[in-house]
């Protein structure tokens, strides 16, 4: 049975850190990232990761917002993608989604996990 499930969203206050984690079962996936979306904005991409941990971004990058701050990176043995957050800030409020593509038979199939809450607050 194929599941996405994410997990390491919680409630930090400014400067914290959270590392989210994203454990895929019932299917190996090709490249593996990160979007977030906040309330009102579009789902925009944090990082992706490539299956030899080449890292690149789509075109809704965040840009230069987390640059520095967030790190994403792979276990691919647990077939698991992770993003730590460091340094977090009120506009980083948002539901992260763990993102996962495949291509069995030449057509991409992509995966999402079922978003988890991050919020920063004092």
């Known amino acids: 049975q194929l599941q996405v499930v994410e997990s390491g969203g919680n409630l930090v206050p400014p400067g914290g850190s959270l590392r989210l984690s994203c454990t895929a079962s019932?299917?190996?996936?090709?490249?593996m990232g990160w979007y977030r979306q906040a309330p009102g904005k579009q789902r925009e991409v944090i990082k992706l990761?490539?299956?030899?941990?080449?890292?690149?971004?789509?075109?809704?990058f965040t840009g230069d917002s987390v640059r520095g701050r967030f790190t994403v990176s792979r276990d691919n043995a647990k077939n698991t993608v992770y993003l730590q957050m460091d340094n977090l800030q009120t506009e980083d409020t948002a539901v992260y989604y763990c993102?996962?593509?495949?291509?069995?038979?030449?057509?991409?199939?992509?995966?999402w996990g079922q978003g988890t809450q991050v919020t920063v607050s004092s």
């Open positions: 993102y996962g593509d495949d291509s069995p038979d030449g057509r991409v199939n992509q995966y």
């Open positions: 019932g299917v190996i996936f090709n490249d």
């Open positions: 990761i490539g299956p030899t941990g080449k890292i690149f971004t789509g075109p809704s």
